[in-house]
C-alpha cells in the first residue's frame, strides 16, 4: 500500500480543513487507516483511527466533537475533516495504514504508531491565532 497525503493548508483559528489520503494498490479497503500528527519539536501524536469495515472509529480527546475521519473503499481514499481548528492543532499530518488485515482492535492497539508500517509523506496544517 503506497499513500499519499494532502490537503493541508493554512488557516486562522475556527477555520476548517479537509485532509485526503489516496492508497494505492488492492488490500487498501482490508486495512484500518489512521491519522497521526507531528508539532515541531514533539513526538508523533494519535489523531484518529477508522477500521477495514469502518465500523470501529476512535480519536484522541484533543480532536472529539471537532474532527471526523471517514473512508471511501471504492475510492481508495481516506479523510480527516476538521472543523473549529485551534492552533495547537498545527503539525505535520501524517496518514497511515495498519499493518495486518481485518484488525478489530481496541483504542490502545490503534493509537500506537508501531502497529501502522505504511505511511504517507505528511501534509503541513498551520492554524494561526
Known amino acids: 500500500v503506497q499513500l499519499q497525503a494532502s490537503g493541508g493548508g493554512l488557516v486562522q483559528a475556527g477555520g476548517s480543513l479537509r485532509l485526503s489520503c489516496a492508497a494505492s494498490g488492492r488490500a487498501f479497503s482490508n486495512h484500518g487507516m489512521g491519522w497521526f500528527r507531528q508539532a515541531p519539536g514533539k513526538g508523533r501524536e494519535f489523531v484518529a483511527s477508522i477500521s477495514w469495515s469502518g465500523s470501529r472509529i476512535y480519536y484522541t480527546d484533543s480532536v472529539k466533537g471537532r474532527f471526523t475521519i471517514s473512508r471511501d473503499n471504492a475510492a481508495n481514499t481516506v479523510r480527516l475533516q476538521m472543523i473549529s481548528l485551534k492552533p495547537e492543532d498545527t503539525a505535520v499530518y501524517y496518514c497511515?495504514?495498519?499493518?495486518?488485515?481485518?484488525?478489530?482492535?481496541?483504542?490502545?492497539?490503534?493509537?500506537?504508531?508501531?502497529?501502522?508500517?505504511?505511511w504517507g509523506q505528511g501534509t503541513q496544517v498551520t492554524v494561526s491565532s
Open positions: 497511515a495504514a495498519d499493518r495486518s488485515p481485518y484488525t478489530s482492535g481496541s483504542y490502545a492497539y490503534w493509537s500506537d504508531d508501531n502497529n501502522y508500517n505504511y
